[in-house]
């Protein structure tokens, strides 16, 4: 906690005041541009992954990125997609999966969660993902992370769909649905191609340095 505290003292006395006029903006309202949806993994960092400032990601951190489809689970996670979608009116969402997530890997091994009945349940969520991975791993000792994860991105894009409030927006034409890994190691995002079906390489503009 030490660590932490130290970092808010920082922010107060360092940081905060380079940033004074954009904060005090802040303050009177939000516009962000996207709703990000990605696990509660300590190693993500959307805004630093996207260089984003404060008031530009509106952002749902929730293990294993899982979306339940509507209206199943009402909860925060439908609360956030209502508000993000309904109220502030972001054009995009992002759906982000990662390497090494460890609830894919609990997916994969679910025993030693079972005596935690709330995640063995959210598990349930990406059970879908699991079947679709296991049909697309055509070597059945192959490696299943890669795809259940890939998968599971998928499965939550598809479960987004079934919100009233997402699907009025798409039916509207205003609001797109993408779906990212990001690889923690190497600091690089695939994207869903859905003609292709398959995630590939996130084409970015130059950047400017
Ligand atoms: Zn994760």
């Keep these: 906690m030490d660590r932490i505290l130290r970092g808010l003292s920082r922010f107060q006395k360092r940081i905060y005041p380079k940033h004074r006029d954009l904060f005090q903006k802040l303050a009177l309202g939000q516009r962000p541009q996207a709703l990000f949806i990605t696990c509660a993994d300590s190693r993500i960092d959307p805004c630093m992954l996207t260089q984003t400032k404060p008031g530009e990601l509106f952002i ?45 890997k609990g997916v994969l091994n679910p025993e030693p969660l079972e005596p935690l009945s709330s995640v063995s349940a959210w598990l349930n969520y990406a059970q879908p993902a699991l079947e679709a991975a296991e049909a697309l791993t055509r070597n059945p000792a192959g490696d ?32 797109k649905l993408h779906g990212w890994v990001y690889d923690l190691g190497e600091g690089v995002v695939t994207h869903y191609d859905a003609g292709q079906d398959a995630f590939v390489a996130l084409e970015t503009p130059v950047a400017r340095s």
């Design 60 to 104: 749902c951190r929730i293990v294993g990125n899982i979306v339940p489809p509507y209206p199943d689970a009402i909860g925060g996670v439908s609360a956030t997609i209502e508000y993000a979608v309904g109220v502030l009116g972001v054009a995009d969402v992002i759906v982000c999966g990662h390497t090494d997530c460890g609830v894919m």
């Design 144 to 175: 299943l992370l890669p795809a259940l994860t890939e998968r599971n991105v998928v499965e939550q894009i598809g479960n987004l769909r079934t919100h009233p409030t997402v699907a009025g927006r798409l039916e509207q034409g205003d609001l």
